[in-house]
């Protein structure tokens, strides 16, 4: 079965740009749930831009809602990550400037620590994923240090295609990563920048069981719904 997780980090970015309630990031992680999607995604970064401590507490409290935790590799994410205890938790490079996650993991180089956060999580029942670029040598060292799936980094054949250049070599390496990863029982997952026209494309790709989509999905909804919400407040102000 393929999976979709929904990525509702902007939801919050939305809330965050009045500094008031609304819109709830748990009313959307419940509709997307209601709606059909498979799980939810959350971003607690650093800098705490969208996602905050409060949307965890909350949305990891709502039962039927299974939950993928996005965080750093640092102590303070993996203590917060043992006390919530979402049903995944998938690991990505954090830097405070970027707009969003900007690449894969490096793994050579936070072997260790990663390493030792895998493990914890495992010995938890938290299914454990790596955020990193399509590389054969990555799956390797993520296959190395325990992990139980892998996300893939489409971030760079979505700009390929949005910008109608040729995304073939980035594709078979996809392909090629995916079924290295399968091959050596990883579940291969993939995220960053899909829409449904990337989606499309990367469906040709059996061995991907789990998509995590989220600025397009919520920029799609935006648009969508506008004419539903004028609808409703012409028929208040017609009163
Ligand atoms: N997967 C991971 C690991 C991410 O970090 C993100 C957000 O950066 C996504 C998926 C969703 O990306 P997007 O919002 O571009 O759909």
Request: proline fraction near 4%; charge should be positive.
């Given at each position: 079965m393929i999976s979709l997780g929904i990525n509702i980090d902007h939801v919050a970015t939305i809330r965050n740009a009045r500094g008031e309630e609304h819109p709830y990031p748990y009313i959307a992680a419940k509709n997307a749930i209601k709606s059909g999607a498979n799980s939810i995604t959350i971003h607690l970064r650093e800098d705490r831009r969208h996602i905050n401590d409060k949307d965890l507490k909350i949305i990891s409290s709502i039962?039927?809602?299974?939950?993928?935790?996005?965080?750093?590799?640092?102590?303070?994410?993996?203590?917060?990550?043992?006390?919530?205890?979402?049903?995944?938790?998938?690991?990505?490079?954090?830097?405070r400037e970027e707009i969003t996650t900007?690449?894969?993991?490096?793994?050579?180089?936070?072997?260790?620590?990663?390493?030792?956060?895998?493990?914890k999580l495992n010995n938890s029942n938290?299914?454990?994923?790596?955020?990193?670029?399509?590389?054969?040598?990555?799956?390797?060292?993520?296959?190395?240090?325990?992990?139980?799936?892998?996300?893939l980094h489409t971030g760079k054949i979505s700009n390929l295609v949005k910008r109608k250049k040729n995304y073939v070599n980035e594709f078979n390496k996809i392909?090629?990563?995916?079924?290295?990863?399968?091959?050596?029982?990883?579940?291969v997952h993939a995220g960053h920048g899909l829409d449904y026209k990337t989606t499309k494309i990367l469906r040709k790709i059996p061995e991907i069981t789990e998509y995590n989509i989220g600025h397009f999905i919520i920029g799609e909804s935006i648009e969508f719904s506008l004419?539903?919400?004028?609808?409703?407040?012409?028929?208040?102000l017609k009163k």
């Open positions: 039962k039927n809602i299974p939950l993928n935790l996005e965080m750093a590799a640092t102590n303070q994410m993996l203590k917060i990550a043992l006390k919530y205890k979402p049903n995944y938790v998938c690991i990505v490079p954090e830097k900007e690449g894969g993991l490096n793994i050579k180089k936070n072997n260790k620590k990663l390493k030792y956060i895998i493990k938290i299914r454990t994923s790596l955020f990193i670029n399509p590389s054969i040598k990555d799956i390797k060292l993520a296959n190395s240090i325990g992990t139980k799936c892998i996300e392909k090629k990563s995916a079924k290295f990863a399968d091959s050596i029982n990883l579940e004419r539903k919400v004028i609808k409703k407040f012409i028929k208040i």
